[in-house]
T-cell receptor
Framework: DQQVKQNSPSLSVQEGRISILNCDYT??????FLWYKKYPAEGPTFLIS?????DKNEDGRFTVFLNKSAKHLSLHIVPSQPGDSAVYFC????????????FGTGTLLAVQP | SAVISQKPSRDICQRGTSLTIQCQVD?????MFWYRQQPGQSLTLIAT?????????ESGFVIDKFPISRPNLTFSTLTVSNMSPEDSSIYLC??????????FGEGSWLTVV
């Protein structure tokens, strides 16, 4: 049972335009959401997070939006740069004592110069 | 954040052997986690390793196959025992430093032949 889903395995965007990566989840107990960027054969790099009590969090070029009623979150990257080309994972956290992250399957973003 | 170092960064292992992966953190942390990413797959939590207690394993992972040590607040090891080609993966050490954000090491890429 895939509790966190990224339905787009890949996305191609022109440099300077907006990249929108989407993520859906099924478990209403998730209370914290994170986005990670990953290059091949490297560990994931934390990008941005959002608590379930918020609907938006912004950090520089990265903005995460959370729609709890739809169980949907998205990551916006503006403007997109070629160095943003990587696999992006969304992850959800139960919080509490476990702090276990459930990851989506990832979206490969390619930013074309 | 935290600086997390893993050794080895990559290795080619013979079937039936065991390999121990080391994880060193530059600060004291209570919660450490070991994840696995098999080729083309998402990240999956193997176990949570808290200092002073036995590691807690996720469904599908057992101590005999993946013994973990956590001797102090800055160090942990994961052993992959009796390896088979199905164990070829990136193994990732991660820590929770503050809040609900989990940071990852650069990973250990194991290929079993």
């Amino acid at each position: 049972d895939q509790q966190v889903k990224q339905n787009s395995p890949s996305l191609s965007v022109q440099e300077g335009r907006i990249s929108i990566l989407n993520c859906d989840y099924t478990n209403s107990m998730f209370d914290y959401f994170l986005w990670y960027k990953k290059y091949p054969a490297e560990g994931p790099t934390f990008l941005i997070s959002i608590s379930s009590i918020k609907d938006k969090n912004e950090d520089g070029r990265f903005t995460v939006f959370l729609n709890k009623s739809a169980k949907h979150l998205s990551l916006h990257i503006v403007p997109s740069q070629p160095g943003d080309s990587a696999v992006y994972f969304c992850a959800a956290n139960y919080g509490g004592a476990t702090n276990k992250l459930i990851f989506g399957t990832g979206t490969l973003l390619a930013v074309q110069p | 954040s935290a600086v997390i170092s893993q050794k080895p960064s990559r290795d080619i292992c013979q079937r039936g052997t065991s390999l121990t992966i080391q994880c060193q953190v530059d600060s004291q942390v209570t919660m450490m986690f070991w994840y696995r990413q098999q080729p083309g797959q998402s990240l999956t939590l193997i176990a949570t390793a808290n200092q002073g207690s036995e590691a807690t394993y996720e469904s599908g992972f057992v101590i005999d196959k993946f013994p973990i040590s956590r001797p102090n607040l800055t160090f942990s090891t994961l052993t992959v025992s009796n390896m088979s080609p199905e164990d070829s993966s990136i193994y990732l050490c991660s820590v929770m430093v503050s809040g609900n954000t989990i940071y990852f090491g650069e990973g250990s890429w194991l290929t079993v032949v």
